[in-house]
């Protein structure tokens, strides 16, 4: 793997690809600064060796006006906001180009400084990003001297600045630490793992995760399935679900997936018992049943004590742990124990010598709710990546790097 350990930055001005796309409150201050934290080394890197870096990125999905045009401003979306905290985390001023094509970004590209860092404006501002326009690429690689891909959250999508600004480099591209840690945790858990390997699947629906699932099948021993997407399985073997959410149209797919398991060995673990609710709101009434059983007018918004205790032995017995998706609404306080459970069983999994990798947004979310995020092996900074390579293998953002 070509990282930037394998490259001499000196007198270089490097083009580093990387995410931060972080959420902002209404004032436009930082909720949750994990993905800038986690590009820090790698711009370390290139200025301890004398180069310059030059910071594209993405923030959300900011919309073109309706009359069109190419190339907008959205003040909600501005990297503008980023640059004060970023400054702080480097202790070195960082500028700020207010467009990242055209003369403003040349200019102050050209201005730059070994060990002085540019940040420029959101790429999205331009719909040729998205859209993975080759002229737009071309200018933007214009900017750099070498190339360098540190947004694993962004690697599934074969955009301008991720994948097809590569070929414009074709002997100065690398990846970032954050890149190589991502790729490296994924290898360690499809193609290294120590056995048991226990994949634990959650969240509201089947049918985001059928694919990973099936090609997960192969390689594990135990799946673990919990949150909105238990109750589909539960409704396709005859169970009562009351008012739950159930995916009609996957009741098929879900009894394919239990019928493969069986056939490959794998263990699944449903919930065996629930925690429902009369309503989706925290102050509903709530009553804990066995999930085949809940009653009419309730739903099922959490698992259930016994089966935290059957999932904490499984985990507990497993080496590799791979973890996607809560348990139950862990947004709400009296919905979210399921989900808490599997975090510390997989917390006390980890301290047993497993090795645990978190991925998906929501899970994400809930190991940092519970400040767990340094008592397990590796969390992931991008889900939906995660999950494309789980299913296929590879990204159009790291094939471009590799190639």
């Known amino acids: ?11 270089k001005k490097a083009l580093v690809r990387v ?36 910071l594209m990125s993405h923030l959300g999905r900011p919309k073109p006006p309706k009359d069109g045009g190419e190339g907008f401003f959205d003040e909600k979306y501005s990297l503008k906001h980023i640059v004060e905290h970023l400054s702080a985390l480097l202790k070195t001023p960082v500028t700020f180009a207010t467009n990242c094509i055209g003369t403003v970004a040349q200019s102050a590209a050209k201005a730059l400084k070994p060990g002085e ?10 719909n040729q990003e998205t859209a993975g326009t080759e002229t737009f690429a071309k200018e933007l690689s214009t900017l750099g001297d070498v190339y360098v891909n540190d947004a694993f959250g962004t ?22 630490y954050l890149m190589a840690n991502e790729l490296a945790s994924i290898d360690k858990v499809l193609n290294k793992a120590e056995k048991p390997f226990t994949a634990i699947m959650g969240g509201a629906k089947v049918s985001g995760k059928i694919l990973i699932i099936e090609s997960l099948l192969d390689k594990i021993d135990n799946l673990i399935i919990g949150g909105g997407m238990a109750y ?19 009741l098929n797919i879900a009894l394919k997936i239990l019928s493969d398991a069986k056939t490959k060995g794998v263990n699944i673990y449903i919930p065996v018992d629930t925690v429902a609710a009369d309503a989706f709101a925290n102050d509903a009434k709530k009553i804990t049943v066995d999930i085949n059983a809940i009653p009419d007018g309730f739903m099922g918004l959490d698992i259930g004590p016994k089966s935290e205790i059957i999932n904490a032995e499984v985990i507990a017995n497993s080496k590799t742990v791979l973890w996607n998706g809560p348990m139950g609404v862990f947004e709400m306080s009296n ?19 497993a090795y645990s990798l ?14 767990f995020g340094n008592d397990v092996s590796y969390v992931s900074t991008g889900g939906g990546a995660l999950l494309e390579y789980i299913e296929s293998g590879s990204l159009p953002g790291v094939k471009a790097v590799e190639e």
């Open 19 to 54: 995410d931060f796309n972080v959420p902002l409150d209404a004032q436009y201050a930082i909720t949750d600064d994990t993905r800038i934290r986690a590009a820090i080394p790698t711009i370390q890197k290139i200025i301890k060796d004398g180069g310059s870096v030059i």
């Open 232 to 250: 589909t399985f539960i409704k396709a073997q005859g169970g009562k679900v009351g008012s739950s959410l159930v995916e009609e149209d996957k």
């Open 117 to 126: 860092i540019l940040l420029l404006e959101n790429l999205r501002f331009h």
């Open 335 to 353: 919905f979210e124990h399921g989900t808490k459970a599997a975090a510390e069983a997989i917390v006390t999994a980890t301290k047993k010598g």
């Open 358 to 371: 978190i991925g998906g947004g929501d899970s994400v979310a809930a190991i940092n709710k519970y400040n």
């Open 155 to 176: 690697a599934h999508r074969a955009h301008a600045s991720t994948t097809i600004i590569a070929k414009f480099f074709p002997n100065d591209k690398v990846f970032g």
């Open 1 to 11: 793997m070509k990282t930037v350990d394998s490259y001499n930055f000196a007198g």
